[in-house]
């Protein structure tokens, strides 16, 4: 069973950091591109950051860029998101995803590039 499981949600005061992990199960990811994107409470999912198959690339949303990391560990299967100088406005339920594509160069934001998504995890930010 092909599973990806987000971590590292919680709660934070603003200004403080949390990392989130995204580890696969079931089969590799390592050829595939992988993205992080979140949904608030009566918003639309939207996305936060992705990140090439080998590494290589990566891109941000701008209401993070300078703020959030992307990276990824293909010998643990996993993908990480740095989420520093945390803002109110950042509370949602975080998901990862796998791009539909192998081996890629080039990043997507949009959802419906991906096949495998996350249950989610909840990261909540209090002013």
């Known amino acids: 069973q092909v599973q990806l499981v987000e971590s590292g949600g919680g709660l934070v005061q603003a200004g403080g950091s949390l990392r989130l992990s995204c580890a696969a199960s079931g089969r590799t990811f390592s050829n595939n591109g992988m993205g992080w994107f979140r949904q608030a409470p009566g918003k639309e999912r939207e996305f936060v950051a992705a990140?090439?198959?080998?590494?290589?690339?990566?891109s941000y949303a701008d209401s993070v860029k300078g703020r959030f990391t992307i990276s990824r560990d293909n010998s643990e299967n996993t993908v990480y998101l740095q989420m520093n100088s945390l803002k109110y406005e950042d509370t949602a339920v975080y998901y990862c995803a796998a791009d539909r594509w192998l081996r890629s160069t080039v990043v997507s934001s949009t959802p419906a590039r991906y096949d495998y998504w996350g249950q989610g995890t909840q990261v909540t930010v209090s002013s």
């Open positions: 990140i090439t198959w080998s590494g290589g690339s990566t």
